[in-house]
């Protein structure tokens, strides 16, 4: 029976059993399996943050299972977490240093070999084109005392202010937009929103596939009503009570109809309004310009649906604004998350459990990033252009505050058009991917092979970016390394290393470290510094006082809780669970801006040539570029390839049939085989790809059209063409 099951499904059950087998008493399924010891960490991929516990034996982990004392998850795993394990064990896993030799060949080299080539190449660099011509791209998932080391190794250490993050792909428009209306980055809201709000309001958030254990949140929530925003009908879309089938970018006329409707019809709260915020009377004369029908007719909602939405929301004490990258991958990302804001506080949800405007963050520490990496913002959410700021910081390193920069370098697209421009010459890469999460696949490789140096650290060899590197510097990751990551409602976990990283790789912290002797600035930069720990201790020490205070928080505290909610101070010695309860917003005058904005044309539109808008974005099984997922048997197999969901209108207009395979079309390039799913989800003009898989990279058909504010990609709207496929796969 097993036989006959293990072929039909094309698996063996048992083995890929045991990926979910993950407790003690399933040790049966195979003895060699039964952890010798467990230890406890969060999970590296997404930015739910949720507690697991790792079973080892014999230096290799084994299992892993959900823990259950966890406040974020309470045991419960999705498909990546309860696999992860087997991510460190690939045989893709990079495992020595690699330096390109005079043939163009990838040769090992001793790890002080490449740290000296590395020093010395940037250092010709920066001799012959300026400290600026060196530029970084790092990521959210390293652990935060990885980002601040890296922080300072570049800005001090290196001296170009040409840092950026991947980061920038994924929720700079978050940030801009919090910056703008409260003064700050910073999600005021916590999960417990989820559970405690009468309304959820999802916005360009597909939780069931992304951020699947925030449905245990939700369900808690029996009263609640859910309404979801989103062109596709998701999965998460199906669970809503009232779903908003949006025109793609029509969000911006939908919060200012909504706004509208809550003004006219006396639901803004007044008081409230006139105590925290400026700019109502302005916000009221902009709104009138969208009556229900005009906002029906832009955003192809039934006026109805647009009622039920205002209804629901303007009569609710608690609503939960919760968006995702259906809002922030826009050339309007930043003005459309200030007006989830200021829908938010004309209604008065901020500042309480469950009424809060939440952006969920993407990766796994994303946030630890945003608070201390230094690239958009110094450490402690401090700012590049005050002074005071740079006094601040520069007393506590004990620096002179002219040795900080007064303006931030260049962000993630520019540093691509620099590259372009000859201005750049050498870039290091941490733990991204971008030939294959870039938009405009044609135009990043451009950029990459104009490069004098190119040094990519990655966990993973080969993947698409370290395969063009001059030098590959292989890194320890989730499993192997010590620290704490960030999750979405500002929680730092713990995350431990269960077993040592493969063959001569390093944590990324150590690597930083030796570069920074090898550099010649070690003891300066990280004096007597040992571990991770030494630069918690300095983390707590730059963020107390700040909105992001870290300074209650230790390593034991964080184990025993499951993590802590920043600020944690002296006064707030739990954490904090909601910020702005006060009112005060860290503006100028400690007021709220209540901002608007109009919806522009979108960068491209479709046309005759390329009549169909394309949308990209995710699945449950897989992890952005692949190179954890795509290697762990259970979710290869779940979702082994790329495939456009196309609907049955446009399937009838082309032709095509349900298994069959197609081409996309756009102005930058083509993807080529594309497995047909013909499906509802989607609308008739429109078709969706998800971005995982290499043999059919979607961000070769993207455009490179950025949000002016935040600089982050327009990756959800462009224009393509499709064209049936028959010739073999390519
Ligand atoms: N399984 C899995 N989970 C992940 C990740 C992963 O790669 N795989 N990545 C993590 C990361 S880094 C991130 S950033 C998050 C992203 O999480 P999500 O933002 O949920 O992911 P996406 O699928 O990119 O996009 C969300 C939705 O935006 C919708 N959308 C497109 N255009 C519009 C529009 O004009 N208006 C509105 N309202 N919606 C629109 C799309 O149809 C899509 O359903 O997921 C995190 N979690
Ligand atoms: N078309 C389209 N493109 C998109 C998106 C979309 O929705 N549509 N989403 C965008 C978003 S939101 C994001 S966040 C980006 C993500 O894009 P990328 O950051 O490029 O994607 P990842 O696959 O997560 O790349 C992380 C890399 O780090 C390596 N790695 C993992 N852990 C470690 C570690 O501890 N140390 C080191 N040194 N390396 C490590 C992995 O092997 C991998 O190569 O993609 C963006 N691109
Ligand atoms: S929901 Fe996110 S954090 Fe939780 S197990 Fe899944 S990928 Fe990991
Ligand atoms: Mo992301």
Redesign the pocket.
């Known amino acids: 029976m097993l036989k006959k099951l293990k072929a039909a499904l094309g698996f063996d059950i048992k083995a890929e059993a045991y990926a979910y087998g993950h407790d003690p008493e399933y040790g049966y399924l195979s003895a060699q399996k039964v952890p010798e010891r467990w230890v406890k960490t969060t999970c590296g ?3 739910v943050g949720c507690g697991m516990v790792v079973g080892v034996r014999e230096g290799k982990i084994v299992s892993v299972h959900g823990d259950q004392d966890h406040p974020v998850n309470r045991g419960t795993l ?1 498909p ?1 977490g309860l696999s992860e394990h087997q991510t460190v064990a690939s045989p893709n896993r990079a495992q020595v240093p690699l330096l390109r030799n005079r043939s163009g060949v990838l040769e090992r080299v001793p790890w002080e070999h490449a740290y000296r080539a590395m020093v010395a190449g940037v250092r010709e660099v920066q001799a012959r084109h300026g400290l600026e011509s060196f530029a970084v791209l790092s990521t ?1 998932q390293l652990v935060t005392e990885e980002f601040y080391a890296l922080g300072k190794l570049v800005q001090l250490g290196f001296h170009t202010p040409n840092y950026d993050g991947n980061t920038t792909l ?2 700079s428009s978050a940030v801009a937009g919090y910056k703008q209306s409260f003064g700050s980055d910073g999600p005021p809201g916590s999960y417990l929103g989820l559970q405690t709000a009468e309304v959820v309001f999802l ?5 069931a ?4 254990v925030l449905w245990h949140h939700l369900n808690q929530n029996e009263n609640r009503t859910l309404i979801v ?4 009908k ?1 999965k ?1 879309a199906m669970l809503a009570d009232i779903y908003l089938p ?6 911006i006329d939908l919060l200012n109809g909504l706004i509208h409707l809550v003004i006219e019809h006396g639901y803004a709260r007044r008081e409230f309004i006139d105590a925290h915020t400026r700019g109502f009377a302005e916000l009221e004369a902009h709104c009138r310009a969208y009556p229900l029908e005009v906002v029906a007719a832009r955003t192809g909602l039934p006026p109805k649906l647009i009622w039920d939405a205002f209804q629901t929301i303007a009569r609710a004490e608690k609503v939960f604004f919760a ?8 050339t309007q990302g930043t003005d459309a998350v200030s007006l989830i804001n200021t829908l938010a506080l004309i209604t008065g949800n901020i500042g309480r459990t469950g009424a809060a405007p939440m952006s ?4 796994c520490n ?1 946030m630890g990033s945003r608070e201390f990496s230094f690239t958009s913002s110094m450490p402690g959410y401090r700012k590049f252009e005050k002074q005071e700021d740079r006094r601040e910081l520069a007393g506590l390193w004990g620096i002179g505050a002219q040795q900080l920069p007064s303006r931030r370098g260049l962000a993630y697209p520019d540093i691509v058009d620099a590259i372009l421009e000859g201005k750049i010459r050498a870039l290091w890469v941490i733990a991204t991917n971008p030939v294959l999460s870039f938009p405009d696949q044609a135009r990043l490789q451009e950029a990459l092979g104009r490069l004098d140096l190119l040094v990519v650290q990655d966990g993973f060899h080969p993947t698409a970016t370290t395969e063009l590197a001059d030098l590959v510097l292989p890194a320890a990751i989730w499993g192997e390394k010590e620290g704490s990551y960030t999750n979405s409602e500002r929680r730092a976990s713990r995350v431990r290393a269960a077993v040592p990283p493969p063959g001569e790789a390093k944590p990324d912290f150590e690597i930083f470290l030796d570069l920074a002797r090898y550099l010649g600035v070690g003891d300066h930069l990280f004096p007597g510094w040992r571990g991770p720990e030494d630069a918690f201790a300095e983390i707590r020490r730059v963020s107390a006082g700040r909105l992001c205070d870290y300074s209650g928080m230790s390593y034991a505290q964080m184990e025993a809780q499951g993590g802590i909610q920043w600020p944690c101070d002296e006064q707030h010695p739990q954490g904090c669970d909601s910020l702005y309860a006060a009112g005060i917003f860290p503006t100028e005058d400690g007021r709220a801006h209540l901002l608007f904005a109009s919806a522009e044309k979108g960068p491209e539109e479709v046309d005759r040539i390329y009549p169909l808008l394309l ?10 570029t692949g190179t954890k997922t795509r290697g762990v048997p259970i979710l290869a197999k779940l979702a082994p390839e790329a495939w456009v969901e196309i609907n049955p209108q446009t399937a009838r207009r082309y032709a095509i049939g349900p298994h069959d395979r197609v081409s996309l079309i756009s102005a930058r390039g083509r993807v080529d085989g594309l497995l047909v799913r013909i499906s509802e989800t989607i609308g008739p003009e429109q078709v ?1 790809v ?1 971005f ?1 898989f290499a043999e059919q990279c979607v961000n070769k058909l993207t455009l490179p059209a950025f949000d002016p504010k935040s600089r982050e990609p327009n ?3 462009c224009a393509v063409r499709l064209e049936r496929y028959r010739q073999p796969l390519p």
């Open positions: 991929y997404c930015s999705c990546k959210g994924c929720m916005i360009g958030a597909n939780i596939d992304n951020h699947p925003c989103d062109p596709r998701t998460t949006i025109r793609p970018r029509g969000d968006w995702t990258m259906g809002i922030n991958h826009s969920i963050t993407g990766q994303a949308n990209t974005g995710r699945t449950v099984e897989h992890w952005h969706f998800p995982h990756y959800k709207q």
